[in-house]
Structure formats: structure tokens, C-alpha cells
């Protein structure tokens, strides 16, 4: 019953938080953990059965694919939030170019499927994470990141690969054929298709 009971209150929260006017689209099963700050001068979409920590920063335009895992602590901000340039202006007098569309090319934060970011890393706008991606936790990613990556450190560098080469079109086919729902009332609930034993390891 207890268990029901904090798994409506998640659901609750999820919903409240996707009213907000920054969202532009939502997928299902979604998952927003407390004391998210979400805000974009267009909008953030998010994909199906993303998972978003607690405690999570997101504060520039921004496309979060499916099946994507966002842990605590996690920031995205945008690069060119402050004109730093303003002769005789004090930084924290200086001209915020978040409250309009941004005119930079680079204002738009894009993290395609099946990706990894680890806890406390920041990523800035502009970044195109690749799918399967794992962003190490404490990672600061300024520059793209190729798909099926692993990368970290400040700024962020690829350190591994997720998977090998040869196993990636085996992994998205299950993917694609594959039926996976979120439960807020545990990991026992979720439904994971094809079976965990069709998977490689």
C-alpha cells in the first residue's frame, strides 16, 4: 500500500512539472525526481520513458530523446546566457540573452536515444550527445559526443566505448522491436521486452 501510495505522489509530481510552460513536448513514462529546474527560452522536449533525477538543471533549449537517463545533480546551461563582452558594464550588470531566442547557431542542447548522463556532470548547449552515449559523472561536455561513447573529465574527452562496434546494430534492433515501460512503484513492475535473456552482456 505504501508502495502504491509514494508511487502516486511521483506520478503527481511527473505531471506537474510537465505543465510547465517550458516544456514543449512530452513522450510516456516519464520520470521527474524533486527540485527540478526546468526553463528554456523556446522549449525542452523530452522523449519516452526518460528518467530525470532529483535535483536536475535544465536551463537552455534542449531535445532529450527516448529511453534516456538523466542522474542527480545533472545541469544543462546554455553558453551564451551572459554577454560578458559589455565594456564598462559589471558582470553582474551584464546584458542576459536568455530571456529572448538566442541568434547564436549553437543555442540548442540535443540528446538522442539511449544515453547515460552521469551524476553532477553539466553539459552546455549547442552539444549534440550521440545515441547510447554514458557521460561520466562530474563530466563538463562542451563540444559534441560521438554515439555508443564514453566520456569524461573537464572538459570532457572520450575515454571507452560503450559497446563494440560490431554489437550496436544488434543492440538497437532489440531496442527497436523491443516494448519497455516505466513503473513508479518499482523495478519490478517495468516491463522489459524482448527478455532480459535475449540481451547480450
Request: proline share 4%.
Given at each position: 500500500m505504501?508502495?502504491?501510495?509514494?508511487?502516486?505522489?511521483?506520478?503527481?509530481?511527473?505531471?506537474l512539472t510537465?505543465?510547465?510552460?517550458?516544456?514543449s513536448?512530452?513522450?510516456?513514462?516519464?520520470?521527474i525526481g524533486s527540485?527540478c529546474?526546468?526553463?528554456?527560452p523556446?522549449?525542452?522536449?523530452?522523449g519516452?520513458?526518460?528518467?530525470?533525477?532529483?535535483?536536475?538543471?535544465?536551463?537552455c533549449?534542449?531535445?532529450?530523446?527516448?529511453y534516456?537517463?538523466?542522474?542527480?545533480?545533472v545541469?544543462?546551461v546554455?553558453?551564451?546566457?551572459?554577454?560578458y563582452?559589455?565594456?564598462?558594464?559589471?558582470?553582474?550588470?551584464s546584458?542576459?540573452?536568455?530571456?529572448e531566442?538566442s541568434?547564436?547557431?549553437?543555442?540548442?542542447?540535443?540528446?538522442?536515444d539511449d544515453?547515460?548522463?552521469?551524476?553532477g556532470?553539466i553539459?552546455?548547449?549547442?552539444?549534440r550527445?550521440?545515441?547510447?552515449?554514458?557521460?561520466?559523472?562530474?563530466?563538463?561536455?562542451?563540444?559534441?559526443?560521438?554515439?555508443?561513447?564514453?566520456?569524461?573529465?573537464?572538459?570532457?574527452?572520450q575515454?571507452?566505448?560503450?559497446?563494440?562496434?560490431?554489437?550496436?546494430?544488434?543492440?538497437e534492433?532489440?531496442?527497436?522491436?523491443?516494448?519497455?515501460?516505466?513503473?513508479?512503484?518499482?523495478?519490478?513492475?517495468?516491463?522489459v521486452?524482448?527478455?532480459?535473456?535475449?540481451?547480450?552482456?
Amino acid at each position: 500500500m505504501k508502495n502504491r501510495i509514494l508511487a502516486g505522489i511521483r506520478r503527481i509530481r511527473t505531471a506537474l512539472t510537465l505543465r510547465n510552460r517550458s516544456i514543449s513536448r512530452s513522450g510516456r513514462d516519464i520520470h521527474i525526481g524533486s527540485n527540478c529546474r526546468l526553463w528554456a527560452p523556446t522549449g525542452i522536449q523530452i522523449g519516452d520513458s526518460t528518467y530525470i533525477g532529483h535535483d536536475v538543471s535544465i536551463e537552455c533549449d534542449a531535445i532529450i530523446g527516448r529511453y534516456v537517463l538523466i542522474a542527480n545533480r545533472v545541469a544543462f546551461v546554455g553558453r551564451n546566457d551572459h554577454d560578458y563582452r559589455s565594456v564598462g558594464v559589471p558582470i553582474r550588470f551584464s546584458p542576459w540573452v536568455g530571456g529572448e531566442p538566442s541568434m547564436h547557431s549553437d543555442s540548442r542542447l540535443v540528446i538522442e536515444d539511449d544515453v547515460w548522463v552521469g551524476f553532477g556532470a553539466i553539459v552546455l548547449s549547442g552539444v549534440r550527445i550521440g545515441k547510447g552515449s554514458i557521460i561520466a559523472a562530474g563530466a563538463v561536455v562542451t563540444k559534441d559526443v560521438e554515439p555508443y561513447s564514453i566520456v569524461g573529465g573537464n572538459p570532457a574527452r572520450q575515454i571507452s566505448r560503450r559497446l563494440p562496434d560490431a554489437s550496436i546494430p544488434k543492440h538497437e534492433e532489440l531496442i527497436s522491436r523491443g516494448n519497455f515501460r516505466f513503473s513508479e512503484r518499482g523495478y519490478e513492475y517495468w516491463e522489459v521486452s524482448p527478455a532480459k535473456s535475449e540481451m547480450e552482456h
